[in-house]
């Protein structure tokens, strides 16, 4: 099993950056690609970025240019650093990994709630 924490959410203005941390623990023998989905109130679960283990990323439309993902192979951790925030990237943030234990699999955080907010 793989067991994923977020950390970093939390109240800014807009404008504003944050940086949001999501660690994979666990047994797996190993991972593939880390990313980000986001959940807006009354709105669908929807893709943010991914990067996948040779370093390639991917982003939506809506956050490119302000938002970056990195990851730290080492520490199992994935990173989100957003700037420029807007009030439209209020939701919760959620991280996931494909990640190889008996099989290929996704695993998901418990999410972190991120709000923009004058």
């Known amino acids: 099993q793989v067991q994923l924490v977020e950390s970093g959410g939390g109240l800014v203005q807009p404008g504003e950056s944050l940086r949001l941390s999501c660690v994979a623990s666990g047994s797996f023998f190993s991972i593939n690609t880390m990313g980000w989905y986001r959940q807006a109130p009354g709105k669908e679960r929807e893709f943010v970025a991914v990067?996948?283990?040779?370093?390639?990323?991917n982003y939506a439309d809506s956050v490119k240019g302000r938002f970056t993902i990195s990851r730290d192979n080492a520490k199992n951790t994935v990173y989100l650093q957003m700037n420029s925030l807007k009030a439209d990237d209020t939701a919760v943030y959620y991280c996931?990994?494909?990640?190889?234990?008996?099989?290929?699999?996704?695993?998901w955080g418990p999410g972190t709630q991120v709000t923009v907010s004058s």
């Open positions: 990067i996948r283990s040779g370093g390639s990323t």
């Open positions: 996931y990994t494909d990640a190889w234990t008996k099989n290929l699999r996704r695993y």
